[in-house]
Structure formats: structure tokens, C-alpha cells
């Protein structure tokens, strides 16, 4: 089975933009979860969406938002881009929720100027 | 305070020794997964542990839970450069609820 992927692996932004990332999850996988990691607070939850819905949600902005798509993929969406931004945000799957090992993709690194 | 403490935050240790990385909940969990990251990228899954004194051993990798669920324990045999990275535990506390991590573990090997 292929792994849990994301698009792009790359990304620079200006202050102010927006930006959306994406993620497979790995097939037959319907829960996925998104992380922001950053040197300074390690790994943070931002949310997790399940059936195309969204079920838990970290402690972030209204900036930072996602959705579910039929299919499972998963799009998150910052806007008003800040510098703090500057992370990797990492996508994990799992097959169902609760207790379920969840497997991460090799992440975003996105990069706000 | 932290719900999950890991120790040592770095570790240099030379080629063929052994090492323990410590994880410490500040509360009962539910359970507890344990990731390794090669920097910049994704967590790879290593083992999760869900029973009180359960242990699982991967290659010349070991984890191990406690009886009362709030420290597990990572050990690895023998060390080698294939081994440096960020170890990284998840805790699980409610069964139902996203993973909360700890900062990680720096390990570097050295010849």
C-alpha cells in the first residue's frame, strides 16, 4: 500500500498570503489529522477530520482551517499568512478513531517571508 | 507543565552501545506510541503500547510500559548511525483523542 502522502513538500509564502496543503491519506484510512511542528513547541494538533467531518480541533487560530473530502484526501487552508507560521505541518492517518495507530506523511515545509 | 516529558532531550552515544529514552505521562494513558524522524521529515511508526507492563521489541529496538501506564521506556541494543534521529512519543490518553507528543529525544551515533 502506498504510504500517506502530501503536496507540496515545499513552499514559500509572503506575509499576508494564504495557502493550501494537501494530503492522501493511505487507501481505505478515513481518519486524518494534521499537525504543525516547530522547534520551539514541537508537535502541535491542529485538527483531525473523519467521515468528512471535523472531530477534534487544537488550539489554533481561525486562520487555520481544513475539510474532508469524500474520498478521505484532506486539504488544510492558513490565511493571513504570519511569520510565526514557518513550519512543518505533518499529515497522519488512520484507519478509523480512537486508538487507531496513525501513520504520517513526510509533511509540508512551508516557509513564510 | 507538560502531559509528557522526554528524556534526555540529545544523546551522543558511539557505535555498539546501547541507550534508554524515557517518556513520563502526568497522567494514566491510554496508550502510548513511539515514532522515529529523520529531520525535516515524516514520523515513522515504531510501536505502540497499550497494557500495563506490556513490551514489544522491534529489531534491536525495545519499548516497554509501566504497571500504572505513565512511563514507558525505549531502548536500543548495540547502536547504529541507522539509528540517529528524533525519537518522538505520542501519547494517547482517552482512547478517543488526538495524540499529544513529547518534545523528542536527539539521538546521535558516532564510529
Known amino acids: ?113 | 507543565s507538560q502531559e509528557l516529558e522526554q528524556s534526555p532531550q540529545s544523546l551522543i552515544v558511539q557505535e555498539g552501545k546501547n541507550l534508554t529514552i524515557n517518556c513520563t505521562s502526568s497522567k494514566t494513558l491510554y496508550g502510548l506510541y513511539w515514532y522515529k524522524q529523520k529531520y525535516g521529515e515524516g514520523l515513522i511508526f515504531l510501536m505502540m503500547l497499550q497494557k500495563g507492563g506490556e513490551e514489544k521489541s522491534h529489531e534491536k529496538i525495545t519499548a516497554k510500559l509501566d504497571e500504572k501506564k505513565q512511563q514507558s521506556s525505549l531502548h536500543i541494543t548495540a547502536s547504529q548511525p541507522s539509528h540517529a534521529g528524533i525519537y518522538l512519543c505520542g501519547a494517547d490518553f482517552r482512547g478517543n483523542t488526538p495524540l499529544v507528543f513529547g518534545k523528542g529525544t536527539r539521538l546521535s551515533v558516532i564510529a
Request: net charge positive; aromatic share 12%; glycine share 12%.
Open chain 1, 1 to 113: 500500500k502506498a504510504g500517506v502522502t502530501q503536496t507540496p513538500r515545499y513552499l514559500i509564502k509572503t506575509r499576508g498570503q494564504q495557502v493550501t496543503l494537501s494530503c492522501s491519506p493511505i487507501s481505505g484510512h478515513r481518519s486524518v489529522s494534521w499537525y504543525q511542528q516547530t522547534p520551539g513547541q514541537g508537535l502541535q494538533f491542529l485538527f483531525e477530520y473523519f467521515s468528512e467531518t471535523q472531530r477534534n480541533k487544537g488550539n489554533f487560530p481561525g486562520r487555520f482551517s481544513g475539510r474532508q473530502f469524500s474520498n478521505s484526501r484532506s486539504e488544510m487552508n492558513v490565511s493571513t499568512l504570519e511569520l510565526g507560521d514557518s513550519a512543518l505541518y505533518l499529515c497522519a492517518s488512520s484507519q478509523d478513531r480512537g486508538g487507531q495507530t496513525q501513520y504520517f506523511g513526510p509533511g509540508t515545509r512551508l516557509l513564510v517571508l
